[in-house]
Nanobody, 124 residues
């Protein structure tokens, strides 16, 4: 049984930083790309960042490019999203997901393996 568990969310003031972590078990971690997605109230789910199986390829949405950094550690089955210079518009529920495709931005909740999500709130 695949488990995807996010941690590290919370509330921060604009300009601050948060670090999200995702631990995935029940699959061969380095066979999969990992991505972070977010869903803000009243908006569509969007892909934020994704990283391929060995970490050599990464993608970012235009809205977070230059502020967020994705990484992974295949030795301990984790992926991390470092979020700096946060803005109020980054407020959303953030989800980690693993999938066999690349890039991962097109992954839908019906495919791949998804976490339950974690709230990030950025106050102005």
């Amino acid at each position: 049984q695949v488990q995807v568990v996010e941690s590290g969310g919370g509330q921060v003031q604009a300009g601050g930083s948060l670090r999200l972590s995702c631990t995935i078990s029940g699959l061969t971690f380095d066979d999969y790309s990992v991505g972070w997605f977010r869903k803000a109230a009243g908006k569509e789910r969007e892909g934020v960042s994704c990283i391929n199986w060995n970490g050599e390829s990464t993608l970012y949405s235009d809205s977070v490019k230059g502020r967020f950094t994705i990484s992974r550690n295949n030795a301990n089955n984790t992926a991390t999203l470092q979020m700096d210079n946060l803005k109020p518009e980054d407020t959303a529920m953030y989800f980690c997901a693993a999938g066999a495709r690349w890039p991962l931005f097109g992954l839908t909740p019906g495919r791949g393996s998804w976490g339950q999500g974690i709230q990030v709130t950025v106050s102005s």
